[in-house]
């Protein structure tokens, strides 16, 4: 996400979960929109955002946060493959929604199916894996500090 004054001093997960409630304001606003039958450009543009963000998100927790819980408690590799699997069916429906260029209801259905899935897979997050990292005496605040750095770097990327 975008926060035009991200608090510095939030600890990773912290950090991801801002992330996590943005999205899902998007995904409520997409909800709304679709339901008005809103203006299509507008439905598409939200859907693109929330594709955008999922994807530098999901770049972050691969490239970072995950690789150090899994290094600094191994046990949790199993959690770590399957938060994986469910990063890549994301992914999956985004290039779908990406490839589908305007907002329909085809697009509607497909924006609420990763609405689904990725509460589910936040749920996961939420109750699995964040408590792991919290036991794991990881630096949480220097792992914050890196993936804003790469996050930054990313939406730049994008913006580009
Ligand atoms: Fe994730
Ligand atoms: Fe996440």
Known sequence: M???NPPTDQDAC????ADHIAVKHLFVEYARLAMLQADAAERTALAMKICEELTVHAAIE??????????????????????????????DMIAQIQAMGEAGPEMDDLVAELNRAIEHHVKEERDEIFPKAKGAGLDLADLAQQMRERQQALQTADAA
Do not use: G
């Open 14 to 17: 912290e950090l991801l979960d």
């Open 62 to 91: 691969e490239e970072i946060f995950y690789p150090a819980l899994e290094d600094a408690l191994p046990e949790t590799s199993d959690l770590m493959e399957e938060a994986r699997e469910e990063h890549q069916e994301a992914k």
């Open 2 to 4: 975008t926060p035009t």
